[in-house]
């Protein structure tokens, strides 16, 4: 059935409105006739209204999801708790600072971002290719072959790994090129760990490079995250760049949502509980003590966690979210003492600091004039630590390396302790689950990274995935 079609039907029974406050959030299809509210119920001489689709979560998913649905014309209302678009990837603006709600990388060949978002309005800036590892009292670089070459040959005797190490990373992205992202995805499992232990690779490069610098992007130094992951960014990080966007990490859902509808999204909007059993409709209830129905399908965008909380009313996750700390501090530019927009890793085995950079390095406009931004990551929320003794902590361990004279300098911002950074991925996964939760009475789909991957195109894919499935029962009951 063609989507035009879907869109101009009329449905059985509107997306209800309950009260006045609502009004002014109808889909941009709708009529004032075509939103009425729920209680008291509609009578059963209303006509039937055309009716859209409620999305539930303005992040990544949401957002993908309701990008789908306005591109094929189909009316939406999307709802968000907290007070803008984003979820997980947010971004504050302090004292002409950028400052992103955690470390976060965008990677340009992320297949699912490239067809849905503008690279060039969003400027991106890059980092080096490859990075520098903490060992042994000082930096050693470790670079991408194919794109800093002689940086990569000085590489090669460095105590990062053994040459049969730096071969075998040249075999590992000939492997993951080769493969279809599909394939990546379903393939046979095992933890990251494991994969690379089976590949041949050294205790020295596993310790030194591939647990901070993959540990930092799974939030899992132990590495137990599916091979399939690792595969999947492997391949995007050999076909793209790291970039940050030049206005910070949030306007990549930013740019999503200004090409929505303005009226089909409201902020400030926690949904409470959903009935799904029901023949008539899904019945979103909202915080607020309103409820609205649309028997055209209800897309769940939301948090594993707060969505097993709202399906099943269960709270506890079967593994442990994977959590990270972003620690920020400002500093004159002229006394950072690494120029290179490059990323710094902790590959010494002591310590708490996994990963750091100097955000300015890479993007300037993340500093305001004179000033550098420094941004430093670690793995684990450290429940219990206080922010001040995390902070002591961490100058004292980078006074280690860039000098005690250089540390002095810094004047600290800023923390984000992130509890819920992703989904614990560990296997087994199922990287491609279904959206489908419900057919019958208007569906009900569940997107986000939990249904895919934990990144931000796990995310994107996972709304398209959910509003194909919802247009694809349309279609199969006739509609
Ligand atoms: C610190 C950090 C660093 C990361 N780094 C990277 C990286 O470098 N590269 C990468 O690819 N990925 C990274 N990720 C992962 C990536 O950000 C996420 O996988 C992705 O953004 C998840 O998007 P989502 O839409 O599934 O969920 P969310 O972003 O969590 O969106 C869910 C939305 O639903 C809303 N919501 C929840 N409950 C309700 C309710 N009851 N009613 C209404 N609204 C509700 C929330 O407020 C939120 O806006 C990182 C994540 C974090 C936190």
Redesign the pocket.
Known sequence: MSVALLSSLPFSSPIHFPSSKFKSFRPPNATPSQISPLNPPPSPSQSPDKTGVIV????????AAATHLQAKNIPFLL????DA?????RTDFVDGFTLD???????TA?PEARKLLDYDALDLQRFYSGAKVFFGGRFHTVADPRRHFSDSLQSLANPIGSLIDKFLIALTIIRVLSKFDFDILTADEVETIELLRSIGYSDSILDRFFRPFFGG?F?DRELETTSRLFDFVFKCLALGDNTLPRNGIAAIPEQLAAKLNPSSIVLN????SIDHESEEGVVVNLQSRESLRSDLGVIL???EF?AAS?LTGKTEAKLPARS?I?LYFSVDEEKVPVKEPVLLLNGSGRGIVNNMFFASNVAPSYAPAGKALVSVSLIGVYSGVREEELVERVVKELSDWFGEAAVAWWKYLRM?R?E???PNQRPPTNLLKEARVRVKGGGLYV????VTH??????LL??RRAVEALLKDRAAVGL
């Open positions: 539930i979560g303005a992040g990544l998913a949401g957002l709802l968000e708790a907290s678009v984003g979820g997980r990837v709600r955690g470390f976060q990388i965008f990677i992320y992007i939030f909007s926690r949904v409470i965008a939301i948090e707060e709202i990270t972003c984000y992130v819920f950074a992703q997107c986000g990274d939990y934990a990144t931000f195109d796990g995310a996972s709304g």
